[in-house]
């Protein structure tokens, strides 16, 4: 089984609260992604980063900023929660490739932390 | 526009029985179709992998098959078990330039009945 964790699980906080999901694997992956899915919905990319100090805008507009200071470490931060991010937020990784973000490694899924903003 | 569809939203059969699933896609230009698994409450677990020059794939009782001329693809359970309950997503992935992307299909929801 793939080695990426999320944390928390489950997270029910007020508006405007600064937020910080984590994400962490041992797979030693350079590639590593966050993504937002609700129920019923395709997932849709947030951020990605292609290694250390590396990171990107995914498709969606987030207000959400990421960071990547060690290979292994992937963080999402919310500065000031609203209502409208309440979702379920998926990290994964892949494997080293050449410079395309796709290649034909799979993506490795954690097990996402269901964010619930009052 | 890039787009995946899959088809049925939902599907209910009893342990044993066989079932497929479908996909359709418009991505272009392609590179590789992919089929995972996402039981209630987890991440998205892959099942297979397709480049163009791929027709059909296994992964025990999971065979997915993929014709690029018509841009379709199948996921075929055999047998199934309770355990195969959850959700099936169809991901397809484009060369549109260095920084490919992946384009997500919104699920097979399939219920496995005892």
């Known amino acids: 089984e793939a080695d990426i964790y999320q944390t928390p699980r489950y997270l029910v906080i007020g508006t405007g609260k600064k937020i910080t999901l984590e994400c962490s694997q041992t797979m030693g992956h350079d590639k590593m992604y966050w993504y937002q899915q609700d129920p019923g919905m395709e997932l849709h990319l947030i951020h990605y980063s292609y290694g250390v100090n590396s990171t990107e805008k995914g498709d969606l507009s987030s207000e959400s900023t990421v960071s990547r200071i060690r290979t292994e470490h992937f963080p999402l931060t919310l500065e000031s929660a609203r209502p409208s991010h309440t979702s379920q937020y998926l990290c994964a990784s892949s494997g080293p490739a050449a410079s395309e973000i796709n290649s034909n490694q799979p993506q490795h899924f954690g097990d996402g932390t269901r964010l619930s903003i009052l | 526009k890039n787009q995946v569809e899959q088809s049925p939203q939902s599907l209910i059969i009893l342990e044993g029985k066989n079932c497929t699933l479908q996909?359709?896609?418009?991505?272009?230009?392609?590179?590789?179709l992919r089929w995972y698994k996402q039981d209630t409450g987890r991440g998205p677990v892959s099942l297979t992998i397709?480049?163009?020059?791929?027709n059909t794939k296994s992964n025990g009782r999971y065979t997915a098959t993929l014709d690029a001329d018509t841009k379709q693809s199948s996921l075929h359970i055999t047998a199934s078990q309770l355990s195969d309950s959850a959700s099936y997503i169809c991901?397809?992935?484009?060369?549109?330039?260095?920084?490919?992307?992946?384009?997500f299909g919104r699920g097979t929801q399939l219920t496995v009945w005892p």
């Open positions: 397709m480049t163009f020059s791929e």
């Open positions: 996909c359709n896609y418009t991505v272009s230009p392609f590179s590789n």
């Open positions: 991901v397809v992935s484009d060369r549109g330039s260095t920084l490919g992307r992946l384009y």
